[in-house]
């Protein structure tokens, strides 16, 4: 008894990325390496460093904005809106900036404030209205790109991506790292401490996992997942702020090319689409992986076509290795 | 209780569809400038028909309490494929259906092989196959182009006896020739059992696995039909992103609001299609009463928002809040 | 009935789930026309054996034969050709599908290619007459009849599969009274056509009136074949748990304290049809235990104290104040400091997959962290402090809850309420499918949890646990509290009497009526 509760506590002592690493991880950052090496054979340059940290740089902006649908996917639920929260990120932060030194210094706040709104009816609709999450924020995309739509007059806005902005998402605060990789990294520690330090990162395994079992214990499970899906509101913004400062302005369909993205990376990191399952580390490497494999796409100047028939047969033929259902017998 | 009053509790979803479009469809109709003509019925139609085959294809994935985020992109290869294909004599117009729609079919197919066989969940199996489907599509077709076969698509586009829509005609056929016999089929109830309580059903020896097999290889066929009548009233095929989501995305409202529940089991494909039809009626709306088209992708937006939150109400009626979690 | 031919045998079956011994050369035959009741604890075997001979799993050894002529079945639907059918408690029913379409699902009657409804209908109507539910409609859809109409479903259903070995799992146990008489008149009629019968069941006095034949398994192995009738109550269960059969509980403090405030009370409390008019109090120090046939409001008094329940009338009073708990969130604050150990462990206790550690601190979380950080040193006290108590056997606190002993996860989550140290504890049928072991723990728990002043209140499905470990037990009979009985007034007789809502308890009770 006392020797069983010893290795308890020792392993309670391993750091809770190792404990909780799993094939899926493994597997991912096996493919970053491979794709590695694959690209070197093209092209040396694969393994400069200035390609590396580019690449790094242009996974930043996927990173943070996959870091909000992980921690929803961890609740098991989904996050449709990423497209269009986006694009409202970008506009409204571009938007803000045009009404003088006020709106400059508020652009971002304003961005990712817009984020957090939307994120918010999600939740609400999610956690108070019960309506299936794939729904609610597939509506809410729709509601974004509408006003969008009619803020812009349907074509991309003409307001340019503040100064601030754009030494956010492409200047160098530390020398030699992208402003961008750093803000990942400082978002990514945050969601590491969150996710295996606080009662609300508990929470949230816990409603993933069994959300009748979270309640009956006496979690306020409809604060968590409105929360859960402000953050992600939030980071999605956050992350076309960022997608704004790296293009100097905000499009319209900006964001569609970051849904299904967001989610491959989230679950070839290994986490559970079921929820309860799952590693930040997971979706670092699932990030990672998806940059680089778009970018040897781009560099081996496949058309667009080749680039989404062979995205969608990768992220199949990943999840077939380690992402199956067990089987039902 | 009576035998009707049963049959009327279990349509009631269908129902409720058939009079939101009803209503609807009299606000546009007797507010339309032109007002109740054949043409305004063909053109209404028309559009309608298209998103009610998707519907329909939503429905049968949806039944099994799957999700098919790839139908928008189905539809959206099949038309490019039939503007390739869908040409020439009437052989060969013949060869072209049958080969876009056996496409459609095996894109279905590989979705249900990938959410069945492979385990895979499927929202992101089929958003991923759907990357797939629009870059097969993007290659048919880089640029807009190529063209249809036009006898055959004014013959189903226009009007049969000079008044009733032929695109709505042809819904019904596709209706008695898939729907019908799915829905009365063993494989069809063993859908709605699947999607109701898959322990249940496996339980009780249903065929689950060829069940959804056949729903997922279905909804792709009905895709295809959906994309072959774009092709019909388009002359043209376009690999067009934004236009697949957005009939994905519609799909799901059409479902929606034609009653069929997305947790699966319950609902008709009838539903989905009058569903479907509310939906284009409402969009239509805008127009009818002179607003600027730019609103109605923020109208639509609202419509589906507020007829997503309706199913809500049902949780005042609540009063175990376990029920909550399922 | 010796020289009938088996009908069905099982030889050497073994069944493994991961390290865990389900079945052990495991043996059975069954016989045509006769009723054969299998019995043991939980976690004996049954359930496994019930699920290979339905075809629900298949054995890892051992062979199985129908009349001589070895056979193997790779699902449910294979098992069902053989005409081996199973009822197992409202698994099998599809919600959404009507009556009619669930009593026809595995073998509906077609009509070109499509399901002929005509045919399904008579079908259906002619299955629920035969087991005695023609009040129910065939068009009616199963999710909104009542628990017991379901079961009779599940009943007629597996009639409409013209079995010949028909199995019944536990499928009395969610019926009415009126229901079990006119199942077993089914039952014996079915016996008498010939069918071979399995009969699994907890309750000793319908294995009396119906079995020909019983089997006692235990720890995976069948124990004891005999003859129904010719062993004693006492002896069966000494064969199920394998040794002598002795009180377990703990000596009960003799009464008083009736002085002191009750912490827990209720006034008039109703509740949709489930809860009518209920008031009780619990004082510190108490163990009050919720008595009845199981389903008569005793789950639903429980959650409407918890605060799970809506539109709840009456009032519940908190140290004599009348207050409103709207959620579990509200009822473990401080002022109030309830528990509840939930009905279903694995899906309303615990979090399965996460881990030993994380599900026992997961409740007590917001006093084990600051700002919302949890203090982990804190946290690994606590922790250790509740193994102890409770004596939980795991290989380590990161493996999954689930690799846990039923018992030991039951212990778990009782761990993780005890780490906010509630002054009322409510228990919803804990020791249900936990070895005695671990049950015999418990009640020592409960009183020492009361002796520290907590109040407790006490569901319980098994009579022996009410009459062993509770101060007082209210029974409740159709929503309502039909009779209190204090110390010695606890009998079998007493409880089963006001359970059955029989006045005085001496009109048509059976011997042995309790298992």
């Keep these: 008894m006392s020797a069983t509760t010893t290795t308890g506590r020792f392993a309670g002592r391993m750091p809770k990325f190792i404990r909780r690493a799993d094939p899926a991880v493994a597997t991912s950052f096996a493919c970053i390496i491979l794709l590695l090496f694959l690209g070197s054979l093209y092209s040396s340059s694969f ?37 269009w929260v986006v694009a409202v990120g970008a506009m409204m932060a571009c938007a803000a900036a045009a009404y003088g030194p006020v709106g400059v210094f508020l652009a971002i706040p304003f961005g990712i404030l817009c984020g957090v709104l939307i994120g918010l009816v999600n939740g609400i609709g999610v956690a108070y209205l019960r309506i299936p999450s794939m729904i609610i924020t597939l509506a809410t995309n729709a509601v974004a790109q509408g006003l969008m739509v009619v803020y812009t007059g349907g074509f991309s806005p003409q307001d340019s991506a503040p100064a601030a902005v754009r030494y956010l998402a492409t200047g160098f605060t530390i020398p030699g790292v992208p402003n961008a990789v750093v803000i990942w990294a400082l978002i990514g520690a945050a969601t590491v401490f969150v996710l295996t330090r606080t009662s609300f990162g508990r929470a949230v395994y816990g409603i993933g996992n069994r959300e009748r079992a979270a309640y009956l214990s006496g979690i306020d499970t409809r604060r968590i997942v409105l929360i859960a899906f402000a953050v992600s509101g939030g980071l999605s913004a956050f992350g076309g702020v960022l997608l704004a400062g790296y293009a100097s302005k905000a499009a319209q369909s900006m964001g569609d090319a970051y849904l299904l993205p967001a989610i491959a ?40 076509a080749g680039r989404q028939i062979i995205y969608g047969i990768v992220i199949v033929a990943m999840l077939l290795l380690y992402g199956r259902s067990p089987a039902s017998r | 209780m009576k035998d009707w009053r049963y049959w009327l509790a279990e349509q009631r979803g269908t129902l409720l569809a058939v009079g939101i479009f009803v209503v609807m469809f009299i606000i546009y109709a007797s507010n339309h400038p032109a007002g109740l003509t054949a043409n305004v019925v063909q053109t209404a139609s028309n559009k309608g028909v298209l998103l009610a085959f998707v519907a329909m294809a939503q429905t049968l994935v949806v039944i099994t309490a799957g999700i098919d985020l790839s139908v928008g992109m189905i539809f959206i290869l099949t038309n490019c494929l039939a503007s390739w294909l869908v040409l020439g004599t009437p052989m060969e117009t013949a060869f072209g259906v049958v080969a876009v729609l056996l496409t459609g079919a095996i894109c279905g197919a590989v979705n249900g092989a990938i959410v069945i066989y492979g385990r895979l969940q499927p929202i992101v199996a089929t958003i991923a196959t759907g990357a797939v489907y629009f870059g097969i599509a993007l290659l048919l077709r880089p640029f807009p182009g190529g063209s249809v076969n036009e006898d055959l698509a004014d013959a189903l586009t226009g009007r049969l006896f000079g008044v009733i829509p032929s695109s709505l005609v042809a819904l019904l056929v596709v209706v008695l020739v898939i729907w019908v016999p799915f829905s009365r089929s063993v494989l069809g109830r063993a859908a709605y059992a699947a999607g109701s309580s898959e322990t249940a059903a496996y339980m009780s020896g249903v065929p689950i696995r060829r069940a959804k097999f056949a729903a997922y290889t279905l909804a792709g066929l009905l895709a295809a039909i959906g994309g072959l009548f774009l092709t019909f009233f388009t002359y043209t095929g376009e690999a067009a992103y934004a236009s697949g989501n957005a009939y994905t995305l519609f799909s799901i409202a059409a479902v929606v609001l034609g009653g069929v529940s997305l947790f699966g089991g319950r609902g008709s494909a009838i539903g989905a299609i009058f569903g479907a039809l509310a939906f284009r009626t409402i969009g239509d709306l805008l127009f009818v009463f002179d607003f600027d088209p730019l609103w109605q992708p923020l109208f639509q937006g609202v419509v589906l928002l507020i007829a997503v939150s309706l199913g809500a109400f049902a949780l005042f009626r609540v009063r175990n809040r376990l029920e909550w979690f399922g | 009935m010796d020289g009938a031919v088996p009908l069905f045998r099982m030889e050497g079956i073994s069944k493994r789930y991961g390290g865990v011994r389900a079945l052990e050369k495991a043996e059975l035959s069954v016989r045509p026309g006769s009723i054969h009741a299998i019995l043991g604890e939980n976690g004996a075997g049954k359930s496994t054996l019930i699920k290979i001979m339905a075809g629900v799993v298949a054995p890892d050894e051992g062979r199985m034969t129908m009349q001589g ?58 299955a629920l007459t035969r087991a005695g539910a023609g009040d129910i409609h065939p068009s009616a859809l199963v999710k909104d009849l009542p628990l017991s109409r379901r079961q009779m479903v599940e009943i007629a259903k597996a009639l409409a599969r013209k079995p010949r070995i028909l199995i019944l799992d536990e499928a009395t146990s969610a019926l009415t009274a009126t229901d079990v008489s006119k199942i077993f008149g089914v039952l014996k009629r079915l016996r008498a056509e010939g069918l071979a019968l399995l009969y699994i069941s907890h309750r000793m006095n319908e294995i009396a009136e119906l079995a020909d034949e019983c089997t006692v398994f235990r720890n995976g192995r069948n124990v004891a074949t005999y003859t129904a009738g010719t062993k004693s109550d006492t002896e069966v269960v000494e064969m199920m748990i394998g040794r002598e059969y002795s009180h377990v509980f703990p000596p009960k403090p003799k009464l008083g304290g009736t002085d002191k405030t009750p912490v827990l009370e209720c006034k008039n409390l109703c509740w949709t049809d489930r809860l009518n008019d209920i008031s009780l109090s619990v004082r510190p120090g108490e163990v009050v235990g919720l008595g009845g046939l199981d389903g008569q409001g005793q789950r639903e008094l429980l959650l409407a104290f918890f605060g799970v329940l809506r539109g709840l009338s009456g009032q519940v009073l908190i140290d004599g104040k009348a207050v409103s708990i709207a959620s579990p969130a509200a009822a473990r604050k401080d002022g109030i400091g309830m528990a509840l150990i939930p009905e279903d462990r694995k899906t309303e206790g615990l979090m399965l997959p996460m881990t030993v550690r994380e599900n026992l601190s997961f409740s007590a979380l917001d006093r084990l962290s600051k700002g919302g950080i949890i203090d982990r040193a804190a946290e690994q006290r606590h922790i250790d402090d509740m193994i102890k108590l409770l004596a939980i056997k795991t290989a380590g606190l990161d493996i999954p809850v689930g690799a846990l002993s039923g018992g030991n996860q039951q212990k778990v989550v009782i761990a993780k309420w005890l780490m906010r140290g509630p002054r009322i504890i409510l228990l919803n049928d804990p020791t249900r499918g936990i070895d005695v072991g671990t049950k015999q723990e418990l009640y020592q728990l409960l009183r020492k949890l009361a002796d520290a002043g907590a109040a407790i209140l006490f569901y319980s499905t ?32 007493a409880l089963i009497a006001s359970a059955l809502n029989i006045h005085g308890g001496e009109a048509g009770l059976r011997q042995g009526a309790v298992a």
């Excluded at chain 1, 580390?281 to 970018?295: C, E, F, M, P, W």
């Excluded at chain 3, 379409?101 to 070109?112: A, C, E, H, L, T």
């Excluded at chain 3, 009410?466 to 007034?489: M, P």
């Design chain 3, 462 to 493: 098994d009579y022996d646990e009410l009459i062993g470990c509770c101060d007082r037990v209210l029974v409740l009979y159709d929503g309502a509290v039909k009779r209190e009985l204090v110390g010695a007034e606890i009998t079998e007789r």
């Design chain 1, 47 to 83: 393994l400069s460093p200035e390609y590396l940290l580019q690449q790094l740089k242009v996974a930043s902006f996927l990173g943070v904005i996959a870091t909000g649908m992980m921690i929803v996917i961890l609740l098991g639920q989904i996050d449709l809106s990423v497209p």
């Design chain 3, 69 to 126: 002529r070895e056979v193997s079945f790779a699902s449910p639907a294979a098992a069902n050709q053989a005409g081996i059918v199973c009822i197992f408690q409202e698994l099998s029913l599809i919600p959404e599908l009507s009556v009619a379409d669930n009593i026809v699902i595995s073998d509906p009657p077609k009509r070109f290619g499509m399901i002929d409804r005509k045919a399904q209908r008579r079908i259906a109507e002619d």
């Design chain 1, 265 to 304: 990376a989230v679950v070839l990191g290994g986490t559970s689409i079921l929820g309860g399952r799952g590693s930040y580390l997971g979706t670092v490497a699932g990030v990672i992986l998806i940059t680089l494999l778009q970018s040897i796409l781009s560099v081996m100047q496949m058309p667009e």
